[in-house]
Structure formats: structure tokens, C-alpha cells
């Protein structure tokens, strides 16, 4: 279908009192699944992610990598094992983590960014020693797994004055050195928290927060943090969806003004959240 020019100044002319909200704040995007692994959604994500920063926008772009982890192990004879959903992390499977999601992900995300007219630089959360973290003990032993434990996020600062987006791989150093994979929706959470971010996206697989988990029709679009034990209660918030819920409440708790968790199947989805009266998936507040 195309859209006529008059059409095309419309929608820009809607969007402008979200650009006017949003210019000069920061807005922190946590990037994974299905939008990841798909082509044509990782185009659509990237160019979202440029036209916010373009119309005064701070991004920050934080991303995780567990299938690409997993094919990397496989491709290495090495089968990947989780514990209670988590994956046990074996110094191998350590190493490989830093190697996957701090080497080729991130360089490659910031390489789209870039292809798209964007100022773009990838770091991790042992640059600068951005996250130290402890091992992770609440979940039985899954090895070097890790917990933040202290966050600076000074050098994601530097790249933002400087008009860069930065693109950040969760990973962190412990007390001797050693490399933790941390979980990427934990981390992108405390570094919006950390910013004083105005607005955080979690992008998942789902459409956000539904009532009933097999009806997409029944999506809750709006949560107050308050009411998020007494829907647990409820089982609406159950299984995968609660550790990123509990993100989404920590981060609004630290000071984030709005965090929402969107859909990132769907093209576009960022600006559709960011720019448009609609909005997509739910928002804490």
C-alpha cells in the first residue's frame, strides 16, 4: 500500500510531541530473541534505533546472545546445559560467552548501526570495569554465572556526550578476574537505573503481559509496580516472564520513568512504542 505524501507529513506531525519529550534524554533498549536471530527484524530494530538518536534521542542499546552462544558450543562439540532455565557456565562455556557476545555480536551490531549513518561503539561490561559481579548462588551452582554486584557506567556517559550510541554485552569481571556471564535483561535494567533513564524497552518474544497467556487479545497495557505481587498471586506473571517483570520493577523503583515490555517481532516495534499514541506491550510505572 502506498502512502501518500500528505499521509507521510501527518505522521510526522503526530510524532513530534514525543520527539519533543524524548530530545536530549536517555533511552535504554535491551535487544534479543527472535528480533535477533531474524534478519529483516534486526534491520528494522537497527534503523529504529538510528532514527531515535538522529531526532535527539540518547540510546543506549544492550543486548544478550543466548542462541548464538548455543550454535557456537554446538559448532564446538560442546552441548550447552541449563539449570532451572539458566545456563550452566563452565570456564569453556565462559569463555565462549565473552568471545560471542562481547566479540562477534557486538561488533556486529555496532557495524549495522554504523550502516545505517549511525556513530556507534561497542563495549562490555568489563571495559572500564563497568560491571563487577559476584557469583550467582540463589539458583544452585551454574558456575561462572553472575549477579551485579557493583555498576559504573562512566564510560557509556563519555560515549553519549560524545553522540555515540553505545552498545553494551552483559558480561562482568569478579573480585579476581574472572569473566561472569550475567543475565542481559538484569543488566540493561541496572544500566537505565544507573543513567537515569527516562524510558527502558525490554524487547521479547511475546506480546507483553496478557491476561490470559494463550489470548494476545487480552494484553494488560499498563501496570503499577504496586500491583505486580497480587497478579503473580493471580498467575498472570508466571514463568519466563517473571524475571523480566522483576527488571522492569527494579528499574522503575531506581528512578526510570517509564519501562516497557514490547514485542520485538514486530517490524518497527521501537518506534511504534517511542513515537506513535499507540504504543506496544505493557509499561510498569
Request: with cysteine; glycine share 10%.
Amino acid at each position: 500500500m502506498k502512502i501518500s505524501d500528505f499521509d507521510k507529513a501527518e505522521i510526522l506531525v503526530q510524532a513530534l510531541p514525543y520527539i519533543q519529550e524524548y530530545n536530549g534524554e536517555i533511552v535504554v533498549i535491551k535487544y534479543g530473541g527472535n528480533a535477533m536471530v531474524s534478519d529483516d527484524l534486526r534491520a528494522c530494530m537497527m534503523a529504529d534505533i538510528v532514527l531515535l538518536s538522529m531526532v535527539g534521542m540518547k540510546v543506549v542499546l544492550v543486548h544478550g546472545g543466548g542462541p548464538e552462544i548455543s550454535s557456537c558450543l554446538e559448532k564446538m562439540g560442546k552441548e550447552s546445559k541449563f539449570i532451572n532455565g539458566l545456563r550452566y557456565t563452565d570456564k569453556e562455556t565462559a569463555d565462549v560467552v565473552q568471545m560471542v557476545l562481547a566479540g562477534k555480536i557486538n561488533k556486529d551490531l555496532v557495524r549495522e548501526l554504523s550502516s545505517h549513518g549511525a556513530k556507534a561503539a561497542g563495549v562490555s561490561g568489563l571495559d572500564a570495569s563497568m560491571i563487577k559481579a559476584v557469583k550467582k548462588t540463589d539458583a544452585g551452582d551454574l558456575g561462572f554465572v553472575g549477579e551485579i554486584e557493583s555498576m559504573d557506567t562512566g564510560v557509556i556517559k563519555d560515549l553519549l556526550e560524545k553522540g555515540y550510541i553505545p552498545v553494551v554485552s552483559a558480561i562482568g569481571a569478579g573480585q579476581d578476574g574472572e569473566v561472569y556471564n550475567i543475565n542481559a535483561d538484569a543488566a540493561a535494567a541496572r544500566i537505565a537505573a544507573e543513567l537515569g533513564a527516562k524510558k527502558f524497552l525490554l524487547l521479547t518474544d511475546v506480546k507483553g503481559l496478557l491476561e490470559d497467556k494463550d489470548d494476545e487479545n487480552t494484553l494488560i497495557a499498563e501496570v503499577k509496580v504496586s500491583n505486580v505481587r497480587a497478579l503473580k498471586n493471580q498467575g498472570i506473571i508466571t514463568g519466563g516472564m517473571i524475571p523480566k517483570v522483576d527488571c522492569c520493577v527494579e528499574a522503575v523503583r531506581r528512578g526510570v520513568k517509564r519501562t516497557t515490555i514490547i514485542d520485538g517481532r514486530v517490524e518497527h516495534a521501537i518506534v511504534i512504542e517511542m513515537l506513535t499514541d499507540e504504543g506496544v506491550g505493557t509499561m510498569f510505572t
